[in-house]
């Protein structure tokens, strides 16, 4: 299971996948730039790509929603969250008109986008495209980074509790292999999410987890107050070991959104009366070869991208909250 810290520090597993990953430091490193902290994948950055979370602190929000609430989806006043959004896409240098949005269902779409917009019903994005900014917001669901720097793919996954027992982290994975990608170089990054000190579900959660991944039940522990408690990140990094990636590529964040409630907004701990972090990403310094290789795969799969520039990988989705 993975620990809950009192303060950032290295994620663990605990338990016998992966010794290579419960070595790695934590992934995220908090930065700040002018009024507004973020968490960055700093390792990323020299190899060509940027790779993002946001924290709930710097923002304009008032209340529940206090203070950097990215979500519009919520009942915070609109125009809070617009500056918000202009506050933290100016302090990490992107153009909001550069983001691709994904416009999440909490299910397992994946879409291959071309250009920014909003990809309706979508929870996973890859691009091969400078300039391109994927994002997806989150409040306690997994962020899922994934970069391969020899083919220059990037994708960000929105994993819920749905989207991790339809395995969203794999079918982001053979996206980006249909683009080009190889598993075996392809690095994630497991983002802050909430963490099995505080994920407790029912037996309507957890019976199709049993069911779909019977051998698996060191992922899942009894609760003190009844229920179980769930490592949604410990399934997800079962997913992409599954999906060929090395233990040694995958990092897992040590944060709980619901233990640290001046860090980040939580769903759960807060009976959904919260904001909403974002997490982004994007490639630097890409090259033409990189946008011609995306459109032969399409080419070759006989597949076009719709009216707003993607193409999606299918798979069923489930409705979200």
Same mark, same amino acid.
């Given at each position: 299971?993975?620990?809950?810290?009192?303060?950032?520090?290295?994620?663990?597993?605990?338990?016998?996948?992966?010794?290579?990953?419960?070595?790695?430091?934590?992934?995220?490193?908090?930065?700040?730039?002018?009024?507004?902290?973020?968490?960055?994948?700093?390792?990323?950055?020299?190899?060509?790509?940027?790779?993002?979370?946001?924290?709930?602190?710097?923002?304009?929000?008032?209340?529940?929603?206090?203070?950097?609430?990215?979500?519009?989806?919520?009942?915070?006043?609109?125009?809070?969250?617009?500056?918000?959004? *202009? !506050?933290?896409?100016?302090?990490?240098?992107? %153009?909001?008109?550069?983001? =691709?949005?994904? #416009?999440?269902?909490? /299910?397992?779409?994946?879409?291959?986008?071309?250009?920014?917009?909003?990809?309706?019903?979508?929870?996973?994005?890859?691009?091969?495209?400078?300039?391109?900014?994927?994002?997806?917001?989150?409040?306690?669901?997994?962020?899922?980074?994934?970069?391969?720097?020899?083919?220059?793919?990037?994708?960000?996954?929105?994993?819920?509790?749905?989207?991790?027992?339809?395995?969203?982290?794999?079918?982001?994975? *053979? !996206?980006?292999?249909?683009?080009?990608?190889? %598993?075996?170089?392809?690095? =994630?990054?497991? #983002?802050?999410?909430? /963490?099995?000190?505080?994920?407790?579900?029912?037996?309507?959660?957890?019976?199709?987890?049993?069911?779909?991944?019977?051998?698996?039940?060191?992922?899942?522990?009894?609760?003190?107050?009844?229920?179980?408690?769930?490592?949604?990140?410990?399934?997800?990094?079962?997913?992409?070991?599954?999906?060929?990636?090395?233990?040694?590529?995958?990092?897992?964040?040590?944060?709980?959104?619901?233990?640290?409630?001046?860090?980040?907004?939580?769903?759960?701990?807060?009976?959904?009366?919260?904001?909403?972090?974002? #997490?982004?990403?994007?490639?630097?310094?890409?090259?033409?070869?990189?946008?011609?290789?995306?459109?032969?795969?399409?080419?070759?799969?006989?597949?076009?991208?719709?009216?707003?520039?993607?193409?999606?990988?299918?798979?069923?989705?489930?409705?979200?909250?």
């Amino acid at each position: 299971m993975w620990s809950c810290p009192a303060t950032p520090s290295p994620g663990t597993t605990g338990d016998r996948l992966d010794k290579a990953v419960d070595k790695l430091e934590e992934p995220l490193k908090l930065q700040e730039n002018a009024k507004v902290p973020f968490l960055t994948v700093a390792a990323w950055e020299p190899k060509g790509a940027k790779a993002l979370f946001s924290t709930r602190m710097g923002g304009v929000s008032k209340g529940e929603y206090s203070w950097m609430n990215m979500g519009l989806s919520t009942r915070d006043n609109p125009e809070f969250v617009r500056e918000n959004r *202009r !506050a933290f896409w100016s302090a990490t240098g992107v %153009a909001q008109g550069s983001v =691709a949005q994904a #416009g999440q269902v909490h /299910g397992d779409r994946v879409a291959v986008c071309h250009t920014a917009g909003n990809y309706r019903e979508t929870d996973g994005l890859v691009t091969a495209r400078g300039g391109v900014v994927l994002a997806g917001t989150f409040a306690d669901c997994v962020p899922i980074y994934l970069f391969d720097p020899v083919a220059r793919i990037v994708a960000l996954a929105h994993a819920g509790w749905r989207g991790t027992l339809s395995a969203i982290a794999a079918r982001a994975v *053979r !996206a980006m292999e249909g683009c080009g990608a190889k %598993a075996s170089r392809c690095m =994630a990054v497991i #983002g802050p999410a909430i /963490g099995a000190c505080c994920y407790q579900v029912d037996e309507r959660v957890m019976t199709p987890f049993s069911e779909a991944f019977p051998a698996w039940t060191d992922l899942a522990k009894p609760g003190e107050t009844g229920g179980f408690l769930l490592d949604l990140k410990g399934i997800n990094l079962r997913h992409l070991v599954g999906a060929g990636l090395s233990p040694s590529h995958v990092s897992v964040s040590g944060w709980c959104t619901a233990c640290h409630p001046l860090m980040f907004f939580s769903h759960r701990r807060d009976s959904g009366r919260t904001g909403r972090m974002v #997490g982004a990403l994007w490639l630097t310094g890409v090259q033409e070869d990189s946008c011609r290789r995306l459109e032969k795969s399409e080419r070759t799969e006989g597949r076009a991208p719709d009216a707003e520039g993607q193409q999606h990988i299918p798979g069923g989705q489930a409705p979200g909250r």
